[in-house]
């Protein structure tokens, strides 16, 4: 195979993805006029629901515009040589493999957000305003940003090194070193995560003593739950929007509930959802994720570490010399059918889990505060009741709400 020829199959893998996910777009949104289903008539009025129905097709046009963008900005600089111009900058300024690999990917970091920041301040501060979901200030924003790419330069710059340092030592076993590195960082983070990520951008605080943490623990206690972290995190500070998660695993678990759920629920409801996470932890589902994200990742380096040598990966985006970094790109872009297939696979898998967590919850508590607390959540945040089901299946890692509901109220 000639250089040539696999540009052109890279170019044709990019063209193949952009064309899948815009015709999983397009049948979404002619789903977007439906009539509510009957087991959901009470979740809108009809006010409502044409304002839900206008915020996605709001949302939906800046999306659209953005993917646009993205495909033919990737497009030229494909066909442009952009990665050889880049790989080129970073060496004006340093011929060491590692130092030139982290300049390659954080200039092109750094234009790719600069390209998708206006998109996502327009869809904060102009749809998610006129729709009364930001809380954001326009400081909140720019600091969030800014920690952002701090944050992801140092541990992003930091697991990069590692691996392409192994890379240098080990050229044909690296893979093995990168992937003890990444489950490390991967098993760290998830027990971590909520003590030191979550502070950077929101305040913590336990649940205060009262009527609400009684019915939590009385619960936990009756399930076996041992819960001594119930944390509430001051998420209207960026959006009325509400959620609630559970993080960490063995002395490091914790509940995280969401001001904003505190707010919109009643307590009954409240205690149905944390049923639910419960549930998610009852039956092993941040392991099991843990251990397969794990595995995937060791598939895709050991792939990685059987082509990135050929010097045809450099060479199909214009680079002559042989490049651990350009190898990368040009590796993840041949991988994507493959990351493709794996996550519909793993949407799959995590539906399955929250129907799991959705019958722990009906048997453990009840499913009619469930129902009233998604359907809830749903009006508070206009979701979708309609999504096409062949867009379920490839992008949601929930079922929809109306999947929910019908498994709840079986018996």
Do not use: C
């Amino acid at each position: 195979m000639s250089a040539e020829l696999l540009f052109y199959i890279i170019l044709g893998i990019v063209f193949i993805n952009f064309i899948f996910d815009q015709t999983l777009d397009y049948l979404n949104t002619k789903k977007f006029k439906d009539p509510i289903p009957a087991e959901l008539d009470d979740v809108y009025d009809e006010k409502e629901y044409k304002k839900s129905q206008n915020y996605k097709s709001d949302s939906n046009r800046i999306g659209q515009l953005s993917e646009w963008l993205s495909f033919t900005g990737t497009v030229l600089f494909l066909w442009l040589d952009g990665f050889a111009y880049v790989d080129e900058l970073a060496r004006t300024y340093t011929s060491q493999p590692i130092l030139v690999a982290l300049l390659f990917f954080g200039i092109i970091a750094l234009a790719s957000d600069i390209l998708s920041t206006p998109f996502s301040y327009y869809s904060t501060f102009v749809i998610e305003e006129k729709y009364g979901f930001n809380k954001m200030t326009k400081k909140t924003f720019w600091l969030d940003k800014l920690k952002g790419l701090l944050l992801g330069s140092i541990l992003g710059g930091v697991i990069l090194s590692l691996i392409i340092w192994f890379y240098q030592l080990f050229p044909e076993t690296f893979w093995i070193y990168a992937l003890i590195v990444v489950a490390v960082f991967s098993i760290f983070m998830n027990m971590f995560y909520a003590k030191i990520i979550v502070p950077l951008f929101n305040k913590q605080t336990p649940l205060e003593e009262g009527s609400l943490r009684n019915k939590i623990e009385t619960y936990a206690e009756k399930v076996g739950f041992k819960l001594d972290n119930i944390f509430v995190i001051d998420g209207s500070k960026r959006s009325t929007k509400a959620n609630a998660y559970f993080s960490g695993f063995g002395s490091q678990k914790r509940i995280t509930l969401y001001d904003t759920l505190i707010n919109d629920l009643e307590e009954e409801e409240i205690v149905a959802v944390l049923a639910h996470e419960v549930g998610h932890y009852k039956h092993k589902h941040i392991i099991y994720n843990l251990m397969i994200s794990i595995l995937l990742t060791g598939l895709t380096l050991w792939l990685l570490s059987i082509v990135v040598s050929s010097p045809l990966l450099s060479e199909s985006l214009g680079v002559k010399e042989v490049s651990f970094h350009v190898g990368l790109v040009a590796f993840g872009i041949l991988y994507s059918p493959i990351s493709t297939v794996t996550g519909f696979l793993m949407n799959i898998l995590s539906r399955k889990f929250e129907y799991q967590a959705d019958n722990y919850a009906k048997t453990t508590y009840n499913a009619k505060d469930l129902i009233n607390a998604l359907k809830r959540l749903t009006k508070k945040s206009l979701s979708n009741l309609t999504p096409h089901p062949l867009y379920v299946k490839v992008n949601y890692s929930h079922p929809s709400l109306l999947q929910r509901v019908l498994n709840l109220k079986s018996k």
